[in-house]
């Protein structure tokens, strides 16, 4: 036990340090961004993934695309998304797929029509590639994603130490956050999302990562805290991604991040003694007053903005006329292009270019994949909701063991209706909750002693 918090504490602190130097220098992430693909294929190429090695890598990805991102660290945008996809194929190739997994072939099927349609309608000054891939990169992820996943084999505590990997580098974005906008006060001046304590990157995005990162302390506040150090350090790091993921005044990644709590919460309510559920009862009492706590400060050091931006208001405390910041014209926009178009849809692209037409000036990508799927895909893309939305839901019935499966599938549900699919977070998130969970021995948890069943 010792050795692995040793362990624990001396990567969290490795990561604190890799924030610093890409702050001082941000060529450096190029180095760092390549290490990562590097030594991503070359472990599952020695490996043979014989132990899952695919699943650690991609997720250790998927907690870097945001900072890689907002430094220059990535050679291509999409680059996040791509290598996921690879090493997906490569642990297909070398650990196979459940034969149960059709419904996701159905899924990436059902995606090419749209992909033939968009390429043979998108106008002629537009980049065909450019727009194509930047719709269907998150879909293809997710898709080779969940065929790897689908019902393979993991224990709780290997689940565990995948978030574990996501959750590494995002404490390296927390770090660049904090050196990039040290004063909070200087920096926000109104209630929209801000660039600045994002990081200069879009606050939609890093909210959505640090979202993820609050859900996974909160994990390990709950399984991994048996030392009172350890537990002091895991509740400090949960309260400073709370603070910083509020700061980027984007609410949509710290609303998720709070369903998922309660998920986890109202699950592990359920499969605990009754002892436990004292236990359970007293975390989350103390987790309402550090979270109010953490609101607070927040208040304070925004001159009460913060509450203004929750409360729907501009700076001067009017209610905004948008509740969603102007997405909701876009997602009319893209359900009357379905309601046009509901067989084949419009094409992959196509509603960008569409509203463009329309409007005769240049309007921003979706970030909702439910509109887009059903604008682009028509009658396919209903499908193909459908089987991602029902497929993880089924599984939790006989798989009861996966206590974040419910949590995961809300990441990814949350994050599409307000961010799309503009990280791969959601897609790889997403197959996690269609791994199947085949024992819970061994795991250490402070909030019972014996497994998380009932007797």
Request: with cysteine.
């Amino acid at each position: 036990m010792f050795k692995k918090n040793n362990l624990y504490i001396s990567l969290v602190f490795l990561h604190v340090i890799l924030g610093v130097l890409v702050f001082i220098e941000a060529k450096l992430a190029i180095p760092y961004g390549l290490a990562i693909l590097s030594i991503g294929f070359l472990l599952i190429l020695k490996t043979e993934n014989r132990h899952n090695q695919v699943l650690y890598v991609a997720a250790y990805s998927i907690g870097s695309e945001v900072i890689l991102r907002m430094t220059g660290g990535y050679v291509l945008y999409e680059i996040g998304k791509y290598s996921v996809i690879i090493y997906m194929i490569m642990g297909i190739y070398f650990s196979g797929f459940s034969r149960n997994s059709f419904p996701y072939w159905v899924f990436l099927l059902i995606l090419i029509p749209g992909i033939i349609l968009g390429s043979s309608t998108l106008n002629l000054d537009t980049s065909v590639r450019k727009a194509i891939a930047f719709n269907i990169s998150g879909p293809i992820c997710l898709g080779i994603s969940a065929l790897y996943c689908y019902q393979r084999n993991v224990t709780l505590k290997e689940l565990d130490n995948i978030l574990l990997c996501i959750l590494l580098p995002i404490i390296s974005t927390i770090t660049f956050l904090f050196l990039y906008a040290p004063s909070v006060k200087e920096v926000v001046t109104g209630t929209d999302s801000n660039f600045a304590t994002s990081g200069g990157y879009g606050p939609n995005q890093v909210s959505t990562i640090i979202g993820l990162g609050v859900f996974i302390i909160f994990t390990r506040v709950i399984f991994y805290s048996q030392e009172k150090w350890i537990k002091i350090i895991n509740i400090f790091m949960l309260l400073v991604f709370a603070f910083r993921g509020l700061m980027t005044f984007s609410r949509g990644g710290m609303i998720c991040a709070l369903v998922m709590v309660i998920f986890l919460i109202l699950i592990l309510f359920n499969v605990v003694k009754t002892k436990s559920k004292y236990k359970i009862i007293k975390m989350v009492g103390f987790s309402i007053i550090a979270m109010s706590i953490i609101w607070a400060y927040s208040t304070l050091e925004t001159g009460g903005l913060i509450n203004k931006r929750y409360a729907n208001e501009d700076a001067a405390g009017r209610v905004k006329a948008s509740r969603l910041s102007g997405r909701e014209v876009i997602i009319e926009n893209e359900f009357n292009m379905f309601l046009e178009n509901p067989v084949m849809g419009i094409g992959v692209g196509k509603g960008k270019e569409n509203r463009q037409e329309e409007t005769k000036e240049m309007v921003g990508a979706t970030h909702n994949e439910i509109s887009r799927m059903l604008a682009e895909h028509g009658s396919f893309g209903v499908l193909g909701l459908l089987i991602l939305g029902l497929t993880p839901l089924a599984l939790y019935i006989n798989n009861r063991k996966h206590i974040y499966l419910l949590a995961l599938f809300t990441f990814w549900l949350l994050t599409i209706n307000h961010a799309a699919m503009r990280l791969a977070a959601p897609a790889f998130v997403y197959a996690l909750s269609l791994l199947h969970i085949y024992s819970v021995e061994n795991q250490n948890i402070t909030i019972q002693e014996e497994k998380l069943d009932k007797e």
